[in-house]
């Protein structure tokens, strides 16, 4: 996966880093010095790469979790409305 750094809010109070998992692990130590200068308020070549800041979009959630669980979740709704009117 691509990694991706960048802030959580506008109040850039917090920094997050993504997509360091299978090949990406050998990017854990650029990605530490990037969010070092990050914090530090420097500009240089790592804080412009193409994977700081950039726009993520939200990956769907595992079907068959997401599926069970709100099965259990209706089934135990539908258990209160019969056993606990």
């Not at 506008?10 to 854990?28: E, N, W």
Request: hydrophobic share 40%; charged share 20%; proline share 6%.
């Amino acid at each position: 996966m691509a990694p991706a750094i960048g802030y959580f809010g506008k109040d850039k109070k917090a920094i997050f880093s993504l997509g360091c998992m299978g090949h990406g692990v050998s990017l854990t130590t650029l990605n530490g010095k990037t969010i070092a200068e990050l914090i530090t308020g420097q500009q240089t070549h790592r804080t412009d790469m193409f994977f700081v800041g950039r726009k993520m979009f939200p990956w769907p959630s595992d079907p068959i979790p997401y599926g069970l669980g709100n099965a259990i979740r209706g089934f135990m709704k539908l258990e209160d409305k019969l056993y606990y009117k």
